[in-house]
């Protein structure tokens, strides 16, 4: 084992302790929040419909979706669903995620440049993380023998890693039009706004851990080619 491999297990291991702690955090803050209710008495559900028509954004349905934080917009299928704390809650858990997840219907219907990169970057990061999970073992097998597999999943790996950096800005974006409309219109104002900043923040950050963590395992991967030749 060399140098570089330690260094780059310790903060491999620093990056995945932050991810569990943001996640846990985000869980912690939503599950408070969800308790906080919000003075409009306004659903999640009566809040996305609101601000899409607001933003006068037809043709997008809001409907009810399984699981825990699974909230999303599908540009293809113009919908935001909503997990069904947030679908049915009135409280500011439930106004921040509906009014983020619209603000991504929002950068859809203004052509949002980062979403539309995002949007088209889909098909082949999904071919790519589907593919990398195979080639990581073999590259690191056949490393002295057939270094040019090694060269494949890197590709593979900066795909997906360019994917999760550009995700950044288009759920930032998201939530700053979220947290500007809520403020605007009064659905969340005062202490409910800095509950769904709060909420939104942590949630922003899930994607951040996620990118640096791609990052280093994009540059250990890099690293270990360089050294084998």
Request: glycine content about 6%.
């Amino acid at each position: 084992m060399t140098a570089d491999y330690y260094i780059y297990m310790l903060i491999a291991g620093v990056l995945s302790f932050v991810g569990m702690f943001v996640s846990n955090r985000l869980k912690s803050k939503f599950k408070y929040y969800s308790e906080v209710g919000v003075r409009s008495g306004m659903t999640g559900k009566e809040v996305a419909e609101e601000m899409l028509r607001h933003y006068n954004i037809n043709g997008v349905q809001v409907v009810p979706a399984k699981g825990f934080l699974t909230d999303h917009y599908n540009p293809i299928t113009k919908t935001v669903s909503l997990s069904e704390p947030v679908y049915y809650g009135k409280n500011v858990a439930a106004a921040a995620v509906a009014a983020h997840e619209c603000g991504h219907a929002v950068q859809h219907d203004t052509a949002y440049s980062m979403l539309q990169m995002r949007s088209a970057l889909v098909p082949v990061v999904n071919i790519a993380a589907t593919a990398q999970q195979w080639l990581l073992l073999a590259a690191f097998l056949l490393l002295g023998s057939f270094p040019q597999l090694m060269l494949v999943t890197i590709a593979a790996f900066s795909i997906t890693t360019l994917f999760s950096f550009i995700t950044l800005p288009v759920e930032f974006d998201a939530s700053k039009r979220a947290l500007a409309w809520l403020n605007e219109t009064g659905v969340a104002v005062g202490e409910e706004y800095d509950g769904a900043k709060d909420a939104l923040w942590w949630a922003a950050m899930t994607y951040v851990s996620a990118a640096l963590s791609s990052l280093v395992m994009l540059l250990y991967l890099v690293m270990r080619y360089s050294n084998s030749r």
